[in-house]
């Protein structure tokens, strides 16, 4: 099952580090992936959840092991012409990734191509993460279920 650090955090949210190509780069050498949040703004890329925070490249938005959520539009079509695991989402109840994978809101229906997208957010989810019946799980914290 793939172990996917939401937004690089794997001990628990912290917003301090979350999006930093630091705290990415230390997930990534833990073995997890790794969901990032991009913005692409006049021609640049950064990192960031709400806003833009720290400016990036497309060399490390290709790094294996990316789960990347565009966060806005540009993003996305940039994204588009490559080859990259990439998707969008605001609150639906399930997208599609550019690789075929089922990313999954909290508290719906999983399938065996399904990303189970931050079960620590409902009673009892997190220690029976490993169990559910899914391609991935998508969490703060990782380190945990692991």
């Known amino acids: 099952m793939k172990l996917i650090a939401h937004r690089g955090l794997t001990n628990g949210p912290n917003p301090d580090i979350e999006n930093s190509k630091m705290q ?3 997930a990534l050498h833990k073995g997890f992936d790794v969901e990032v949040d991009v913005w692409y703004i006049n021609d640049v890329w ?3 959840h709400d806003m833009p925070l720290y ?4 060399s490390f938005l290709s790094k294996p092991g990316l789960w990347i959520h565009a966060k806005n539009i540009d993003a996305l079509y ?28 909290p508290n719906n229906r999983l399938t ?7 079960p620590n957010w ?7 993460a490993k169990d559910a019946n899914c391609y991935g799980i998508c969490s703060d914290y ?4 692991k």
């Not at 994204?79 to 639906?92: A, C, G, I, V």
């Not at 409902?122 to 029976?128: F, P, S, T, V």
């Not at 990782?142 to 279920?145: G, K, M, R, S, W």
């Open 78 to 105: 940039q994204l588009s012409k490559t080859e990259l695991n990439y998707f969008w989402h605001q609150e639906d109840h399930f997208t599609l990734t550019s690789h075929g994978y089922i990313w999954t809101y």
């Open 112 to 118: 065996d191509h399904s990303i189970c997208v931050m």
């Open 122 to 128: 409902h009673d009892g989810e997190l220690r029976n």
């Open 142 to 145: 990782v380190a945990l279920i």
């Open 55 to 58: 400016q990036t490249d497309i």
């Open 46 to 48: 950064y990192l960031g």
């Open 24 to 26: 990415i780069t230390i």
